[in-house]
């Protein structure tokens, strides 16, 4: 779960001091911070101060770690520093339990320039709990288990027992001690597919799966960048393709190696003349040149764009290898060799290799993500990470401004394949796979389809809506809700996207935190009232998450009634508020999706409360609320504005709740109130723990015509947990 935290004690750490004074924390709206920073950008940093930036920040690790109120069996690992250009910082951190890794307990602190913490993102809130760090299964009897349970890939096989890793899963509101295990099998990238297949270490029940290779799939990319400049490296007997000007970066020839390894019988491409390749398939140069240009470019992009140097910003480049398998229609990159690999195509695709310049840059991509938020390749958070490998990819293509590869928004549009392209930004539903809009499934589509919503949003932010014709290619940016509007450009959409990715976003994060992180991002960079804030908060309404921010430009929206004319609390004590003497009107809508099934829609949560996890049930259907569980001082807020309440009879509220609790005895520690503008009608808390769903009913009869504000507000202390679960909500 990711959440915006406002540190409320100073951190007393400059970048070199490793003092840290103990600080709590507390939910607060970031993207409206009167902190934002117009005009912040990253600096560069050499390899021997981002060296000494992570030592300090593993010397802080152990305070900061107690400021946020992790437990004692918790440590956090430095995993990488960015600097503002005003001298703020942001250090993320990868977190162990037991010393075991934590899969979505990473973080980012980040501090101003004086040294004092400002706010936290966080992939799972607070301390872990996990009953015990010794397994009921064997690690060969989760590998069984994972095989079972494999999705990605038929014929699925592991390897030797000890392939079954120990970890805890902190996805979820509950964290688990699990088994992550690698399977192998028929897949997309061919037969030697990889997947991750995580299970609950207790019962062997699959808690998660993902594909390994993170790439672009089912087609291949021509050798289209005509003649270019690359960088080589001369020897005393001729030339390499080793660019000792981006990192030392290596492109090998794989001689068909497996997929799997693709070193085994590589070998550096080596001749006495410094000229690569003819431009086609009958020199193994060709493609090679194609990924060495592609990959200098996607490295000039970073470097020149955000003071990125490399990856994984250390100046180091990472080994590609290309002709890689057999008839593989396939690019990946894998952060476990750190090296990127290139397939050849098959027949599918007239046997063009997968070295297209948007690949490369896509591919690269996908190690900068690992280097930074590490989005989980399965879910909301997975389309995220294929959507900003295709963003930056794109990016480079508008970068390298070549010729013969000109700028687009189509995703392999030099690939050969029957209609063009393999994704399109502007129009993902095109390829009638993809999602253009946001719905509730899309978590559980494959994740080169989810990635539609993100890369949809990013066309409009950039280009905006209508029809256009860019690098001689039809663009129309249809928005999912008819609205109409212009871009920010293409480069200060990247920017946002960008600060959104390497500053707030974290492994769990999903389209909801998203677009938090973007709007944030977009603060720094151009100011809290900018329009090119208020334009991203537009692209993404226009790819239905959430609703667009009022216009800075225009007059303010009508404001909300005062407290003169808003009901308030009766002095008896009682549960009813006492009627405002307003005898207007005001327009409203029904109650939208009170039973959940559409996901968020409708609804304004502080954090990803609206779920459909199996770890709880719901009342009806299969999504609900769930509020609160973390054991550690915290608050939520789920709401929905402008309901109208009926003009007749005795209007209610109803809902179903669920509260469990590790507390004991009827004094409230942990709390779940219901407010109608503002004030508070009915309060439950740890004291109303059930085995069920109850059914709740809260008398509205003084807000009888009235258009209102409905808030379900939870509080937890600072010790054991409640849940609180919400479904099927109704006014009538």
């Known amino acids: 779960m990711s959440r915006k935290n406002a540190l409320a004690a100073a951190v007393a750490a400059a970048l070199t001091l490793g003092t840290v004074t103990a600080v709590a924390t507390q939910s607060t709206a970031a993207a409206t911070s009167p902190s934002a920073r117009p005009g912040a950008g990253f600096r560069a940093m050499s390899a021997d101060a981002r060296t000494e930036a992570l030592r300090a920040a593993d010397r802080e690790a152990a305070a900061v770690a107690k400021s946020l109120g992790l437990g004692a069996d918790e440590r956090l690992v430095a995993k990488d520093v960015l600097l503002d250009t005003d001298g703020a910082r942001h250090v993320r951190y990868d977190r162990t339990y037991r010393g075991l890794p934590v899969i979505g307990g990473d973080l980012v602190v980040h501090y101003d320039a004086n040294g004092r913490a400002t706010g936290s993102d966080q992939a799972h809130q607070g301390a872990l709990k996990v009953a015990g760090t010794t397994p009921k299964l064997s690690a060969a009897d989760a590998s069984a288990a994972a095989v079972r349970h494999a999705k990605h890939v038929r014929n699925a096989k592991t390897g030797t027992a000890d392939g079954s890793a120990l970890v805890v899963y902190a996805v979820g509101k509950v964290p688990v001690l699990a088994y992550r295990s690698t399977v192998t099998g028929d897949g997309e990238a061919g037969p030697a597919s990889r997947e991750a297949v995580i299970v609950d270490a207790?019962?062997?029940?699959?808690?998660?799966?993902y594909e390994l290779h993170q790439g672009v799939t089912g087609t291949g990319n021509g050798i289209n960048v005509g003649q270019v400049s690359i960088?080589?490296?001369?020897?005393?007997?001729?030339?390499?393709?080793?660019?000792a000007a981006h990192?030392?970066?290596?492109?090998?020839?794989?001689y068909n190696s497996s997929q799997s390894s693709p070193t085994q019988n590589a070998r550096a491409f080596t001749k006495s003349t410094n000229s690569w390749g003819n431009g086609s398939t009958s020199s193994r140069e060709s493609a090679a040149v194609d990924a060495s240009y592609g990959l200098a470019k996607t490295w000039d992009f970073y470097k020149n764009t955000f003071n990125r140097s490399g990856i994984r910003n250390d100046g180091r480049g990472a080994p590609a290898?290309?002709?890689?398998?057999?008839?593989?229609?396939?690019?990946?990159y894998d952060d476990s060799c750190f090296c990127m690999s290139f397939g050849d195509g098959s027949s599918q695709n007239s046997n063009t290799p997968l070295t297209a310049l948007d690949v490369a840059g896509h591919e690269m991509s996908h190690g900068v993500t690992a280097a930074t938020a590490n989005l989980n390749y399965s879910g909301e958070s997975g389309g995220l990470n294929e959507a900003t490998s295709d963003i930056f990819g794109t990016m480079v293509?508008?970068?390298a401004n070549n010729a013969a590869d000109p700028g687009d928004y189509y995703i392999g549009e030099k690939v050969n394949?029957?209609?063009?392209?393999?994704?399109?930004?502007?129009n993902p539903a095109a390829d009638g796979s993809s999602l253009s809009c946001y719905n509730s499934g899309a978590g559980s589509v494959d994740v080169h389809y989810s990635s539609g919503i993100a890369n949809h949003f990013f066309y409009l932010a950039a280009e905006g809506t209508g029809a256009k014709t860019i690098g001689g290619l039809p663009h129309n940016g249809t928005p999912c809700n008819g609205d109409s509007f212009s871009g920010i450009g293409r480069d200060k959409a990247a920017a946002?996207?960008?600060?959104?990715?390497?500053?707030?976003?974290?492994?769990?994060?999903?389209?909801?935190?998203?677009?938090?992180?973007t709007l944030q991002a977009a603060a720094d960079l151009y100011g809290t009232n900018s329009q090119e804030r208020y334009l991203v908060s537009k692209a993404w309404a226009a790819v239905s998450v959430g609703t667009a921010l009022p216009d800075p430009g225009t007059s303010s929206p009508t404001p909300s009634p005062s407290s003169s004319t808003s009901p308030s609390p009766s002095p008896s004590g009682s549960t009813s508020p006492s009627p405002s003497p307003s005898t207007s009107t005001p327009s409203g809508n029904a109650l939208v999706n009170g039973g959940f099934e559409q996901g968020t829609t409708g609804w304004t949560q502080s954090d990803n409360d609206i779920s459909n996890s199996t770890l709880q049930a719901a009342h009806g259907g299969s999504w609900y609320a769930w509020m609160m569980g973390y054991g550690t001082s915290a608050v939520e807020s789920l709401s929905q504005s402008n309901i109208a309440v009926p003009a007749t009879g005795t209007p209610k509220l109803t809902f179903w709740l669920k509260v469990s609790t590790q507390e004991s005895g009827s004094t409230a520690y942990d709390t779940l109130k219901v407010n109608v503008n503002g004030s508070t009608l009915a309060t439950y808390s740890n004291a109303n723990a059930s085995a069920g769903y109850v059914q709740k009913t809260v008398d509205l009869s003084a807000y009888k015509g009235k258009s209102v504000k409905l808030e379900f507000a939870g509080t937890e202390d600072a010790y054991l947990s409640t849940v609180f679960l919400l479904d099927d909500v109704a006014i009538g």
């Open 202 to 209: 207790a019962s062997g029940a699959p808690l998660d799966q």
């Open 231 to 243: 960088e080589t490296t001369q020897t005393t007997s001729g030339y390499t393709l080793t660019d």
């Open 247 to 254: 990192g030392g970066t290596i492109v090998y020839d794989s």
């Open 321 to 332: 290898y290309v002709h890689v398998d057999t008839g593989l229609l396939n690019a990946f």
């Open 397 to 399: 293509e508008f970068y």
């Open 417 to 426: 394949m029957s209609n063009g392209y393999l994704r399109r930004m502007d």
């Open 496 to 517: 946002v996207w960008y600060r959104a990715l390497t500053t707030y976003m974290t492994s769990t994060t999903n389209y909801a935190s998203a677009r938090t992180a």
